[in-house]
């Protein structure tokens, strides 16, 4: 995952030394220029459709970060509308109490972690501190931006991602196997590349604010697994944009 994010961060900032130029077209970036515009999302996902056996944590943390190319609606300058495309890159995290599995139909489901176990006649309560799923966009966001000269904004978009990584974090007791003793063990584990998640993801944004600070809004409307490859679960993301460039 570290060469993907790294990727895109040289991508990010040749995106930035094109397109951030002054208005005299000389070949000097700035970030001030209206032309341009970076910024950072911080969200929680509430994730959607997720079978009713398992549990979802309220709070997903996820992030944005992106850049822009604005193009003012209208006489340039005359206009509070515009049109922005750009790139960026996006992380999505899904806490619960389940480990994604493929059965023998290679179909993933969630794989409820159990409650205890029963090691020599005793029942042992399982523990764990960290339980995730992982995934990584890159992404194109695209929108229609509305701003006031009072600063007030507002924008209505769509995105698209392609996926550059996705990956399981457990860190708890070792319910699945036991050591020779038949005890628990506390041990940390990391599933790359998780089967069947789907490649692309598509869904609409939208944002409201002042200034530098916006509520942010994101429907995927793509699920998280493949069609017919697992459950049909999607993200909705709600959130704080920062924009202070």
Not at 85 to 110: E, W
């Amino acid at each position: 995952m570290k060469k993907e994010i790294f990727l895109v961060i040289i991508l990010m900032v040749s995106f930035s030394y094109v397109f951030a130029q002054n208005e005299n077209n000389e070949n000097v970036p700035t970030v001030k220029s209206e032309k341009f515009s970076t910024g950072m999302d911080v969200f929680t996902d509430i994730w959607m459709n997720v079978p009713d056996n398992i549990t979802a944590k309220t709070i997903n943390i996820g992030t944005n970060y992106y850049f822009t190319y604005n193009s003012p609606i209208g006489k340039s300058g005359k206009t509070p509308f515009s049109f922005a495309i750009g790139i960026g890159l996006g992380t999505h995290n899904f806490h619960s109490n389940a480990l994604p599995k493929v059965d023998t139909n290679n179909i993933s489901y969630f794989d409820k972690i159990p409650d205890s176990v029963t090691i020599n006649g005793d029942i042992h309560k399982v523990n764990y501190k960290k339980n995730k799923i992982s995934i990584a966009y890159f992404d194109i966001p695209m929108e229609f931006r509305y701003k006031s000269k009072s600063e007030f904004r507002a924008a209505l978009g769509f995105k698209i991602g392609f996926l550059l990584s996705s990956h399981t974090k457990y860190k708890g007791d070792e319910y699945m196997d036991f050591n020779n003793d038949n005890q628990f063990d506390s041990y940390s584990v990391k599933m790359n590349k998780i089967p069947n998640i789907e490649s692309m993801r598509y869904g609409i944004k939208a944002e409201v604010g002042y200034k530098w600070i916006n509520v942010m809004g994101y429907y995927s409307l793509s699920s998280l697994f493949k069609d017919g490859k697992g459950p049909d679960t999607y993200p909705i993301s709600v959130g704080l944009a920062l924009r202070p460039f």
